[in-house]
């Protein structure tokens, strides 16, 4: 029975490219948690100015959904770069997309305070370029 056998290089891009999808699922469920904390209902994307006014927890909502959208918007842009980087230079191709995914999960956690001031700091390099 003929066994694939995948190397390194290959290892190296699938998992960058698999972490990436385990932090879209992750923030999937997050968005899942806050929708139901805060009562939106299905198919409304977003809370309205008023729902977010009477509860915090509309405004978590809105903050976490705008996290995983924004991130899903980046994705054809990092896959595609991810693949074509990959074919000269895997090794860099695989990390840089498994770091981009890490910093995706920074992201997520400092916007779902509902501060934007907390969104992700310590990589917000064009801020510091302006101060």
């Known amino acids: 029975m003929p066994v694939a056998t995948l190397s390194a290089r290959t290892v190296a891009v699938a998992s960058g490219i698999l972490f990436t999808e385990w932090v879209l699922q992750w923030q999937a469920i997050v968005v899942s948690r806050h929708r139901k904390r805060a009562g939106i209902k299905y198919p409304q994307l977003y809370a309205e100015k008023a729902e977010m006014d009477k509860s915090r927890d509309a405004l978590l909502f809105n903050c976490v ?43 997520t956690l400092g916007y779902i305070t509902g501060e934007p001031a907390k969104v992700c700091p310590q990589f917000d390099l064009q801020g510091q370029a302006t101060d």
């Open 65 to 107: 959904q705008r996290a995983h959208q924004n991130t899903l918007e980046n994705m054809p842009f990092i896959l595609s770069t991810t693949l074509l980087t990959s074919m000269n230079y895997p090794y860099y191709a695989g990390y840089s997309c498994g770091f981009w995914a890490f910093t995706r999960v920074l992201y």
